[in-house]
């Protein structure tokens, strides 16, 4: 019998019981990082970038390696997709090559086409609507510092964007408390929406942002954006214990101050090294399945 292809395109579309074991097989995969289980042995991962990306490239490379994997590496630009060949035909295609397919691309549509037409799972490394690595990564964070996730607070503040969306489908699913602070009509019937950043700040357990001008909004006016700076003022709100998290990149020093930025509350380079966790566990729980590819037949070049 076939089995699922385990896409790992949004969070709401997975089971949260699922999304729960993926971060508990994170830890367990983070305290094996001087030992890691071969699980990817004979596998690939083929990975396409529309954008820029130096964690995503970089963790996802370094993830399939460690694990005994492979990987191969493709802008857009230098593929046949989004030119001469259609997704389904490319979707086609990789499935016959590799394991399964990491893809960063603007537009979400063509990756959920990518993966109803693959036989592989797909995995989202961002699009301008969701970025659900990089939420399973900071949960592992949190975790790490503070304990559980459940019940927690964290307070967002300045841009709505693919981050923040994530942010909102992870919230009930894990069971944290998420307040969102910024200009007003970026966040316009947001449920967790606070106009006073303070208020949005008090009794937090993290307080968390990302860059003002994300990629393609280049020169855009950021004077709405000020007030929701996170700053020494700002974390004084929150609890003794807060932690300040970014995606990164920072735009120096305009989202967040240096003094949070390179205080010890900053956490942002435990998250960063977060991402090569969580995605072993994102690809172990895709790959579990992978016995229907062809990479999967082990075979001795010459004695066959
Ligand atoms: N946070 C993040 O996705 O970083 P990159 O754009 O460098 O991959």
């Not at 949004?10 to 030992?35: G, M, R, S, Y």
């Not at 106009?195 to 393609?216: C, F, I, Q, R, Y």
């Not at 709405?224 to 807060?242: G, R, S, T, V």
Request: charged content about 25%; aromatic content about 8%.
């Amino acid at each position: 019998m076939q089995k699922e292809t385990r896409h790992f395109l949004n969070l709401p579309d997975i089971d949260p019981d699922v999304l729960k074991a993926i971060l508990k097989k994170a830890h367990a995969l983070k305290k094996q990082k001087f030992n890691p289980p071969q699980l990817f042995k004979g596998l690939s991962l083929a990975m396409v970038f529309d954008k820029r990306s130096t964690r995503t490239r970089i963790s996802f490379e370094v993830a399939m390696k460690q694990l005994g994997g492979h990987t191969i590496v493709m802008n857009m630009s230098e593929i046949q997709l989004g030119g001469a060949e259609s997704v389904e035909s490319t979707a086609n295609v990789l499935s016959r090559y590799v394991d399964a397919i990491m893809i960063r691309m603007s537009d979400q549509a063509p990756m959920e086409a990518l993966a109803r037409h693959a036989q592989i799972p797909v995995i989202n490394g961002m699009t301008d609507e969701s970025h659900p690595c990089q939420i399973m990564a900071d949960l592992l964070t949190i975790e790490e510092k503070l304990g559980d996730i459940e019940g927690k607070k964290i307070a967002w503040f300045g841009d709505s964007n693919n981050v923040s969306n994530t942010f909102i489908q992870a919230a009930p699913i894990f069971g944290f408390e998420l307040a969102m602070s910024g200009p007003e009509d970026l966040f316009a019937g947001n449920p967790h929406y606070v106009a006073d950043p303070k208020e949005a700040a008090k009794n937090a357990d993290v307080l968390v942002t990302d860059t003002w001008v994300s990629m393609g909004q280049e020169g855009k006016t950021l004077d709405k954006f000020w007030p929701y700076q996170i700053n020494a003022d700002l974390m004084a709100c929150a609890k003794d214990h807060a932690i300040f998290m970014h995606c990164l990149p920072m735009h120096e020093w305009e989202e967040v101050s240096e003094e949070v930025a390179k205080s010890p509350a900053s956490v942002i380079y435990d998250e960063a090294e977060n991402r090569l966790h969580a995605q072993k566990a994102i690809l172990a729980w895709c790959l579990e399945n992978a016995g229907v590819s062809v990479s999967q037949k082990s075979f001795n070049f010459g004695n066959e």
